[in-house]
């Protein structure tokens, strides 16, 4: 089993980005999947969650701006990031419950310039 992230890169600020999570390999359930990051110098934080239900909870600091989703069919996870912020900037990784055991994704930058 894996998870892959994608869809980093460097957008100015105010700017938009939709990162990307696919889980792929012997896969016969995905319980939650969500994004973390990691700013330099920073403990990794949360950021979102959607559950196998499909309840959803964000960090404070991104609700508004920031959106997850997931596609079932695809197996996979989306964060869209809007008014993005220099402080914004981090390394980015999802995380999901696959066959009830928790794998994290290889992380996705994103450069928020201002």
């Known amino acids: 089993v894996q998870l892959q992230a994608s869809g980093g890169g460097l957008v100015q600020a105010g700017g938009s980005l939709r990162l990307s999570c696919v889980a792929s390999?012997?896969?016969?359930?995905?319980?939650?999947m969500g994004w973390y990051r990691q700013a330099p110098g920073k403990q990794r934080e949360f950021v979102a969650t959607?559950?196998?239900?499909?309840?959803?909870i964000y960090a404070d600091s991104e609700k508004g701006r920031f959106t997850i989703s997931r596609d079932t069919t695809k197996n996979t996870a989306y964060l869209q990031m809007n008014s993005l912020k220099p402080e914004d900037t981090a390394v980015y990784y999802c995380?999901?419950?696959?066959?009830?055991?928790?794998?994290w994704g290889q992380g996705t930058l994103v450069t928020v310039s201002s």
């Open positions: 959607i559950t196998g239900g499909g309840r959803i």
């Open positions: 390999g012997s896969i016969v359930s995905i319980g939650g």
């Open positions: 995380n999901a419950y696959i066959n009830r055991v928790e794998y």
